[in-house]
Nanobody, 112 residues
Framework: QVQLVESGGGLVQAGGSLRLSCAASGSIFSINAMGWYRQAPGKQRELVATIANSGSTNYADSVKGRFTISRDNAKHTVYLHMNSLTPEDTAVYYC??????WGQGTQVTVSS
């Protein structure tokens, strides 16, 4: 089992930045990849970014150039650095590991 705890969400004005953190514990040796999904009210869940153990990353087109995913292996933590935020980024952001482990979600609200 893997436990994921997210932090860092909040309210920010358009154009601002936030950093989300996702700390993993438990059977971390079993983790191959981690990432972030988001879900806004009335919208489908969207894959935002992923990072593999190799360090390779992938991003949704909607966040390319604005968001950066990174990981600190010593702390077993993945980060999502979000810049140039827009109201369209407002959503609950969920951290995942190997797709089958999920965090509780953290709310990101961007005001115009």
């Amino acid at each position: 089992q893997v436990q994921l705890v997210e932090s860092g969400g909040g309210l920010v004005q358009a154009g601002g930045s936030l950093r989300l953190s996702c700390a993993a514990s438990g059977s971390i040796f079993s983790i191959n990849a981690m990432g972030w999904y988001r879900q806004a009210p009335g919208k489908q869940r969207e894959l935002v970014a992923t990072i593999a153990n190799s360090g390779s990353t992938n991003y949704a087109d909607s966040v390319k150039g604005r968001f950066t995913i990174s990981r600190d292996n010593a702390k077993h933590t993945v980060y999502l650095h979000m810049n140039s935020l827009t109201p369209e980024d407002t959503a609950v952001y969920y951290c995942f590991a190997n797709i089958n482990y999920w965090g509780q979600g953290t709310q990101v609200t961007v005001s115009s």
